[in-house]
Nanobody, 118 residues
Framework: VQLVESGGGLVQAGSSLVLSCLASGRPFDNYDMAWFRQFPGKGREFVGDIDWSGGTTTYATSVKGRFTISRDNNKNTLYLQMSDLKPEDTAVYSC????????????WGQGTRVTVSS
């Protein structure tokens, strides 16, 4: 499955932003999906995930209550709605896919950069 993120940009602290991840190549509803982020000069951090049906989501503590993950299986699209953004949310955000509850996130997008100014 191929994944392409979009929606990143430069925003001010306190703003909201929605990222999208368009999937192609395989049936989208065969895959659990996730968002990760990578801070400048640091490793990748799990943001949250959503199961294939959209019925179950989990979030990292650092974003819980501010970020919402959703998906539209008819549009083959995953979303990350981010609100009350903070400068520490500045990172490259990537989506990932894994086939129905398999353990490893096998497919990755190229990422979209989000910069939050104070």
């Amino acid at each position: 499955v191929q994944l392409v993120e979009s929606g990143g940009g430069l925003v001010q602290a306190g703003s909201s932003l929605v990222l999208s991840c368009l999937a192609s190549g395989r049936p989208f509803d065969n895959y659990d999906m996730a968002w990760f982020r990578q801070f400048p000069g640091k490793g990748r951090e799990f943001v949250g995930d959503i199961d294939w049906s959209g019925g179950t989501t989990t979030y990292a503590t650092s974003v819980k209550g501010r970020f919402t993950i959703s998906r539209d299986n008819n549009k083959n699209t995953l979303y990350l709605q981010m609100s009350d953004l903070k400068p520490e949310d500045t990172a490259v955000y990537s989506c990932a896919a894994r086939y129905w509850s398999t353990p490893d996130w096998m497919y990755w997008g190229q990422g979209t950069r989000v910069t939050v100014s104070s």
